[in-house]
């Protein structure tokens, strides 16, 4: 945040008297169009991907690190910045960069918490590359594939960023790349992930990237940037932004996770600051370790809509997990067979956990109890308190 943006947000009315001005801002799962404190890791990219300024394809490569150092936010923002400044495959201009005529290299950005299948992945790699419309329903993967091998025959290479590959719900980078390899025409892969390169089956010859965690300088400089521009004047001490960061360990996810269960904790008591009560509500709210929101926020509707339900149970409602299931699917549309084979998926992707309860009463196995491993008071004011809401 610059000085003339700081200044002109003292200025304007109110706020001193709200507690939240930029909801935004304060998510976990956005990311700001300047990521902050990674300008090293961006030149170490863009030294990786230099070969695109003379319209060839980049060496294939492989950026990984722990949760929460950044990675989702630097390779969004460079991936839409280099489509915005260089010359793509459908431009008819070409570049001169370095005083050589090239043909324009293309990016697309492909999350694969939401387009994990083949068909999915085809298809949002197709739409990023054209400006008509690529219909979901009455074509298949074969259709596809062969659209876009006519998009991409005889133009530059394109670049495709694969975030999030090697997560449970996801594929691993060899099923990434054989999907680019099955298409005739010149693709470039850089796959994201949090696993070290061996357990992702990254190939020998690809670049291996890693990213550190944030220092808790840097944390905290992220922390207080959100939190200037989403809350209200004076609604944060420093002293609970340094607290956020050394708590957080390195990890932004977990940092802001904390810090907007913290306005969750404050609004429900019709607080217009958050005071060290509502900062520790905020942190207890984030199990360690814990699983990040925008994973859990890509499931299914009806999954995510299990979850609302869930986080809204006492502890003492979601033991056993049938009668915890049975106490869901009163509150929502589906069985209590359905969301019982729900929460045990879930529990299987780690997502949630079932731990045993040990002071049980009566005879035979004690029961499970369903906790969430999501931060649960963020997670609960980023899709809504009632079911009915839910609309991910």
């Known amino acids: 945040m610059d000085i003339e943006t700081r200044i ?16 935004e801002a304060l998510s976990p799962v956005w990311h700001p169009e300047e990521p902050i404190g990674r300008g090293s890791l961006i030149e170490r990219l863009l030294d990786h991907l230099d070969p695109v300024f003379d319209g060839r394809a980049p060496p294939n490569g492989y950026l990984y690190g722990p949760g929460g150092a950044g990675k989702s936010a630097v390779t969004l923002s460079l991936v839409d910045r280099l489509a915005e400044t260089l010359p793509s495959t459908g431009d008819a201009l070409y570049t001169t960069t370095r005083g050589a005529s090239a043909p324009g290299v293309s ?17 949002a790699v197709l739409n990023a590359l054209t400006t008509d419309s ?25 670049v495709v960023v694969a975030d999030h590959v090697g997560e449970p719900e996801t594929v691993d980078v060899p099923t990434v790349a054989e999907r680019l390899e099955a298409v005739e025409g010149t693709f470039a892969w850089l796959a994201v992930g949090r696993a070290d390169p061996e357990e992702v089956g990254v190939p020998d010859d690809a670049a291996a990237i890693e990213v550190e965690p944030y220092s808790r300088a840097t944390l905290t400089d992220l922390v207080a940037s959100r939190a200037d521009a989403g809350l209200g004047q004076g609604a944060l001490a420093h002293g609970a932004v340094r ?37 520790e509500s905020g942190m207890a709210a984030v199990p360690w370790p814990c699983v990040p929101l925008g994973r859990v926020l890509a499931l299914p509707t009806n999954r995510v809509r299990t979850l609302v339900c869930l986080v809204d149970l006492d502890p003492a409602e979601r033991a056993p997990v049938g009668d915890c299931a049975a106490r869901i699917a009163d509150r929502i549309d589906l069985t209590g067979s359905t969301v019982e084979r729900f929460l045990y998926e879930l529990a299987e992707a780690g997502i949630v956990e079932r731990v045993r309860v040990d002071d049980a009463d009566g005879p035979g196995r004690p029961p499970s109890r369903v906790d969430p491993r999501f931060p649960t008071l963020a997670f609960r004011r980023l899709v809504g308190r ?4 839910v609309s991910v």
Request: aromatic share 4%; no cysteine.
């Open 107 to 123: 990016f697309v950005r492909v999350d694969l918490r939401t387009a994990d299948s083949a068909f999915e992945f085809l298809h």
């Open 243 to 279: 607290r956020l960061a050394e708590w957080a360990e390195g990890d932004a996810g977990v940092a802001l996770s904390g810090l907007l269960g913290a306005v969750e904790a404050a609004s429900a008591d019709g607080d217009a600051t958050l005071d060290d009560e509502a900062v």
């Open 134 to 158: 690529v219909p979901r329903r009455g074509v298949g993967t074969d259709e596809l594939h062969e659209r876009l091998e006519r998009r991409v025959r005889g133009a530059g290479p394109v």
């Open 386 to 389: 009632r079911v009915d809401e």
């Open 8 to 23: 002109a947000r003292r200025q304007r009315t109110g706020d001193r008297r709200r507690l939240v001005l930029d909801e």
